[in-house]
């Protein structure tokens, strides 16, 4: 325009300046620690070691607690609070002033609410760690503008949404971990291939597509864990040859079918159980030279073992194969004398399977073996070869049809010292197979004959005089003997007897000591009357508890025998039953919301303790209030383990349909498919039981069918509703936990099996 004229450049120069002034401002040190001040101060709860934060130390920030400055500018650029157990959000974090951050941790906190969007500003960082917390609702596309991002974690929290596909620009991103949240499934086409990609982690979501097709595209992958899901369809075999640096594959539980995975050289870790994958192990799985772990447990595989799985040790030169896990599934044939060659060989089942022929000599050359089982097949197991397994677990021979055939089959064993070898045999395996003592042997013979008790009691008394076993306790620490509780309640008088149920009569005992236990008594001189499934049942729980060791579960001193009648002997808990603290006066109050929380807490640690840290998994079979004990701080106990069965996970090797009505999953009536997935179910009514005070009733079934909720307003619907309404509502931090406790009762108590949670992942959720 004529007449006006431009301002000199020189001029510009400086006005162009003043429009960084305030981004320089905003990112000095003492802006930065002004920011970090303010948003300590939203927490709800913070520790002592960020004392450091305060306006009277704010010229020291590179040396506050869980910073580190950059030696030039002395601004921040790392913030480090993982495992602070911190209780906030970052709703109130002021992003603007950490723009050069390079790494942001807040791994192993109690950040709840959602992730801001505005973190997508913080274009420098390399390292995002937000795993361990309770972040909500959706993941922000804007963390796909992180564009310098290398590890990138949300594990393990409460996101929900499908994953933005903005995620897959970040190119240079190394480690992409999302697992144990609540992600739903995204447009996998839209996703593009990460070539920087080494660890994927997507498990534990409600991803329900076939195999996406973008991780076929990332061929730097060592790390695939896509376990826990519902993923389906077959996988075509160019995705595996596409990932052919793979190390970990982990693709448990879902609903993966066809033929196994092949070409994978590089793998030294498979877990593919609990799938429908079919058809026979491939010959070629020995050309796996580096595998350490093998577990293909619960599908349809068919077919014989593979010699080759006994060349691992030899091809590789390497002590190194310390895994294998074939167990429920219906391979057939003999098992391979090869598999003696895996020296190094620690876990081995094969259990649940339709194996014949004889356990090869070879496995006692295995000394690192330490867990081990063959039951439920169609094996011999020869006397000379179980010689070698002094220190079997009792199950580990069980269901074998031939368990002691071929007596004078080849044996290794020193024949100089094959008697002392069948006497240490006959007390460390054969004793424990039937039950740990002579108790068992008695059930067994009592199965038997228990059309004639009469003459199989007086057979007893004569062959093993029952009389002196008034000492049988187990633990060591125990300071009684059966016999003083015996006079301490005056030899069972009907005064004493705190309980009665379909396996006898329960007892309280005060003794001498001060110390209070509790008695369960079995009249196996009434046993026409008793069905058979009831003395197998209470042999179960004589095996099962004397192994156990959690503080959620209850403790047996030992049991005993005494004139034609067993009995367990445990610790004694003053409030009884969950079902009778929470219908009686003590459900008003004392039952609490913070004491309920703790109760269903404390039912998921020791139900995630029976389904993932025993080997083999423990299914307890019957949860309901009335078998979960309160101790006087109402620390909850699991009880009652007379229909717990050491089953591997998803078994179907059952005869009878075991548990209580209204707490059974409804795929027993149909399937009698017992798996761990059933306490799962029973877990998700007790909690939603201890949460309502009431039984949940029919409302199961038509909360169920209101698919079309989210999880949120079902979590709304329920708590405005359906919470006990003897108790004033929930508030603050209390409510968010029962919000998620009903959503995780929720998930458990789905009809399809497949889409519960595991225990361990809802003790997880729990714990956090």
Same mark, same amino acid.
């Given at each position: 325009?004529?007449?006006?004229?431009?301002?000199?450049?020189?001029?510009?120069?400086?006005?162009?300046?003043?429009?960084?002034?305030?981004?320089?401002?905003?990112?000095?040190?003492?802006?930065?620690?002004?920011?970090?001040?303010?948003?300590?101060?939203?927490?709800?709860?913070?520790?002592?070691?960020?004392?450091?934060?305060?306006?009277?130390?704010?010229?020291?920030?590179?040396?506050?607690?869980?910073?580190?400055?950059?030696?030039?500018?002395?601004?921040?650029?790392?913030?480090?609070?993982?495992?602070?157990?911190?209780?906030?959000?970052?709703?109130?974090?002021?992003?603007?002033?950490?723009?050069?951050?390079?790494?942001?941790?807040?791994?192993?906190?109690?950040?709840?609410?959602?992730?801001?969007?505005?973190?997508?500003?913080?274009?420098?960082?390399?390292?995002?760690?937000?795993?361990?917390?309770?972040?909500?609702?959706?993941?922000?596309?804007?963390?796909?503008?992180?564009?310098?991002?290398?590890?990138?974690?949300?594990?393990?929290?409460?996101?929900?949404?499908?994953?933005?596909?903005?995620?897959?620009?970040?190119?240079?991103?190394?480690?992409?971990?999302?697992?144990?949240?609540?992600?739903?499934?995204?447009?996998?086409?839209?996703?593009?291939?990460?070539?920087?990609?080494?660890?994927?982690?997507?498990?534990?979501?409600?991803?329900?597509?076939?195999?996406?097709?973008?991780?076929?595209?990332?061929?730097?992958?060592?790390?695939?864990?896509?376990?826990?899901?519902?993923?389906?369809?077959?996988?075509?075999?160019?995705?595996?040859?596409?990932?052919?640096?793979?190390?970990?594959?982990?693709?448990?539980?879902?609903?993966?079918?066809?033929?196994?995975?092949?070409?994978?050289?590089?793998?030294?870790?498979?877990?593919?159980?609990?799938?429908?994958?079919?058809?026979?192990?491939?010959?070629?799985?020995?050309?796996?030279?580096?595998?350490?772990?093998? $577990? #293909? &447990?619960? +599908?349809? =595989?068919? !077919?014989? %073992? @593979?010699?080759?799985? /006994?060349?691992?040790?030899? *091809?590789?030169?390497?002590?190194?194969?310390?895994?294998? $896990? #074939? &167990?429920? +599934?219906? =391979?057939? !044939?003999? %098992? @391979?004398?090869?598999? /003696?060659?895996?020296?190094? *060989?620690?876990?081995?089942?094969?259990?649940?399977?339709?194996?014949?022929?004889?356990?090869?000599?070879?496995?006692?050359?295995?000394?690192?073996?330490?867990?081990?089982?063959?039951?439920?097949?169609?094996?011999?197991?020869?006397?000379?070869?179980?010689?070698?397994?002094?220190?079997?677990?009792?199950?580990?021979?069980?269901?074998?049809?031939?368990?002691?055939?071929?007596?004078?089959?080849?044996?290794?064993?020193?024949?100089?010292?094959?008697?002392?070898?069948?006497?240490?045999?006959?007390?460390?395996?054969?004793?424990?197979?039937?039950?740990?003592?002579?108790?068992?042997?008695?059930?067994?013979?009592?199965?038997?004959?228990?059309?004639?008790?009469?003459?199989?009691?007086?057979?007893?008394?004569?062959?093993?005089?029952?009389?002196?076993?008034?000492?049988?306790?187990?633990?060591?620490?125990?300071?009684?003997?059966?016999?003083?509780?015996?006079?301490?309640?005056?030899?069972?008088?009907?005064?004493?007897?705190?309980?009665?149920?379909?396996?006898?009569?329960?007892?309280?005992?005060?003794?001498?000591?001060?110390?209070?236990?509790?008695?369960?008594?079995?009249?196996?001189?009434?046993?026409?009357?008793?069905?058979?499934?009831?003395?197998?049942?209470?042999?179960?729980?004589?095996?099962?508890?004397?192994?156990?060791?959690?503080?959620?579960?209850?403790?047996?001193?030992?049991?005993?025998?005494?004139?034609?009648?067993?009995?367990?002997?445990?610790?004694?808990?003053?409030?009884?039953?969950?079902?009778?603290?929470?219908?009686?006066?003590?459900?008003?109050?004392?039952?609490?919301?913070?004491?309920?929380?703790?109760?269903?807490?404390?039912?998921?640690?020791?139900?995630?303790?029976?389904?993932?840290?025993?080997?083999?998994?423990?299914?307890?079979?019957?949860?309901?209030?009335?078998?979960?004990?309160?101790?006087?701080?109402?620390?909850?106990?699991?009880?009652?383990?007379?229909?717990?069965?050491?089953?591997?996970?998803?078994?179907?090797?059952?005869?009878?349909?075991?548990?209580?009505?209204?707490?059974?999953?409804?795929?027993?009536?149909?399937?009698?498919?017992?798996?761990?997935?059933?306490?799962?179910?029973?877990?998700?009514?007790?909690?939603?039981?201890?949460?309502?005070?009431?039984?949940?009733?029919?409302?199961?079934?038509?909360?169920?069918?209101?698919?079309?909720?989210?999880?949120?307003?079902?979590?709304?619907?329920?708590?405005?509703?359906?919470?006990?309404?003897?108790?004033?509502?929930?508030?603050?931090?209390?409510?968010?936990?029962?919000?998620?406790?009903?959503?995780?009762?929720?998930?458990?108590?789905?009809?399809?099996?497949?889409?519960?949670?595991?225990?361990?992942?809802?003790?997880?959720?729990?714990?956090?």
């Amino acid at each position: 325009m004529k007449g006006v004229q431009k301002p000199p450049i020189f001029l510009l120069l400086p006005m162009s300046l003043l429009f960084l002034l305030p981004l320089n401002a905003a990112s000095s040190p003492r802006t930065q620690a002004e920011a970090l001040i303010s948003w300590k101060n939203d927490f709800a709860s913070s520790p002592p070691s960020l004392n450091s934060w305060s306006l009277t130390n704010i010229n020291n920030l590179c040396n506050w607690t869980a910073i580190v400055c950059d030696h030039n500018t002395k601004a921040i650029a790392q913030v480090d609070l993982s495992n602070f157990n911190i209780t906030a959000t970052l709703t109130h974090f002021h992003f603007t002033p950490f723009l050069n951050l390079t790494q942001f941790n807040l791994n192993g906190n109690n950040f709840t609410g959602p992730i801001p969007s505005a973190i997508g500003n913080l274009s420098k960082l390399t390292t995002l760690d937000l795993g361990n917390n309770l972040f909500n609702q959706e993941i922000p596309a804007q963390i796909g503008m992180l564009t310098e991002l290398q590890y990138l974690s949300f594990f393990n929290n409460n996101l929900t949404g499908v994953i933005p596909s903005q995620l897959s620009n970040l190119q240079k991103v190394q480690f992409f971990i999302l697992g144990a949240n609540y992600l739903e499934t995204p447009d996998w086409s839209e996703f593009s291939g990460m070539p920087s990609l080494t660890y994927l982690d997507l498990s534990g979501n409600h991803f329900s597509s076939e195999f996406p097709k973008f991780i076929s595209e990332c061929r730097n992958l060592t790390f695939l864990d896509l376990s826990t899901n519902f993923f389906t369809g077959q996988i075509p075999a160019q995705v595996f040859t596409n990932l052919g640096k793979l190390e970990y594959l982990n693709l448990t539980n879902n609903q993966f079918p066809g033929p196994l995975p092949s070409n994978l050289p590089k793998l030294k870790h498979l877990h593919l159980a609990q799938n429908n994958f079919s058809g026979a192990i491939p010959e070629d799985i020995g050309k796996l030279t580096r595998l350490e772990v093998l $577990d #293909l &447990s619960n +599908n349809n =595989l068919t !077919g014989e %073992i @593979p010699p080759e799985l /006994g060349t691992f040790d030899k *091809l590789t030169g390497i002590a190194n194969f310390y895994h294998l $896990d #074939l &167990s429920s +599934n219906s =391979l057939s !044939g003999a %098992i @391979p004398s090869s598999l /003696g060659k895996l020296t190094s *060989l620690k876990v081995f089942n094969v259990s649940h399977n339709h194996l014949s022929g004889d356990i090869p000599s070879a496995f006692f050359k295995i000394l690192s073996l330490d867990s081990y089982d063959f039951s439920y097949n169609n094996l011999t197991v020869p006397i000379p070869i179980l010689c070698h397994f002094e220190n079997a677990p009792p199950n580990a021979f069980a269901g074998n049809s031939g368990m002691f055939g071929n007596l004078h089959g080849p044996t290794e064993c020193n024949p100089s010292s094959r008697l002392s070898k069948k006497k240490k045999f006959l007390i460390g395996v054969l004793l424990p197979v039937c039950g740990l003592s002579f108790v068992a042997i008695t059930i067994a013979m009592i199965l038997m004959l228990r059309k004639n008790p009469k003459l199989f009691i007086e057979e007893i008394k004569i062959s093993h005089n029952f009389e002196t076993f008034e000492s049988m306790i187990l633990q060591e620490k125990v300071k009684f003997t059966f016999g003083e509780v015996v006079k301490a309640i005056e030899d069972f008088h009907d005064k004493y007897c705190i309980g009665k149920g379909g396996f006898g009569k329960v007892y309280k005992a005060e003794l001498p000591s001060s110390q209070v236990v509790a008695v369960k008594r079995l009249n196996m001189c009434d046993s026409n009357d008793i069905p058979a499934i009831n003395l197998q049942s209470f042999e179960n729980e004589i095996r099962t508890l004397t192994n156990l060791r959690h503080r959620n579960i209850i403790r047996l001193y030992g049991f005993c025998s005494r004139k034609g009648c067993v009995f367990l002997l445990y610790e004694y808990l003053e409030r009884g039953s969950l079902g009778k603290a929470l219908y009686g006066i003590e459900g008003v109050t004392e039952l609490g919301w913070a004491t309920r929380l703790k109760i269903v807490q404390g039912l998921a640690y020791a139900l995630s303790y029976l389904h993932h840290d025993c080997s083999p998994p423990i299914v307890h079979r019957d949860v309901t209030v009335n078998n979960v004990l309160l101790d006087s701080d109402f620390e909850p106990r699991l009880s009652d383990f007379g229909t717990a069965r050491l089953i591997s996970v998803n078994s179907s090797n059952w005869t009878h349909i075991v548990g209580s009505f209204g707490y059974m999953a409804p795929e027993l009536a149909f399937t009698m498919r017992v798996t761990g997935k059933c306490d799962v179910y029973s877990f998700g009514v007790v909690a939603l039981e201890v949460m309502m005070g009431r039984h949940p009733g029919d409302m199961l079934e038509s909360q169920l069918s209101e698919s079309s909720k989210s999880r949120k307003d079902n979590a709304e619907f329920l708590l405005k509703n359906l919470l006990d309404q003897r108790l004033e509502p929930p508030s603050d931090e209390l409510a968010k936990t029962v919000v998620l406790v009903m959503s995780l009762a929720l998930a458990c108590i789905r009809t399809c099996p497949g889409s519960r949670p595991t225990m361990l992942y809802v003790a997880q959720k729990l714990s956090a």
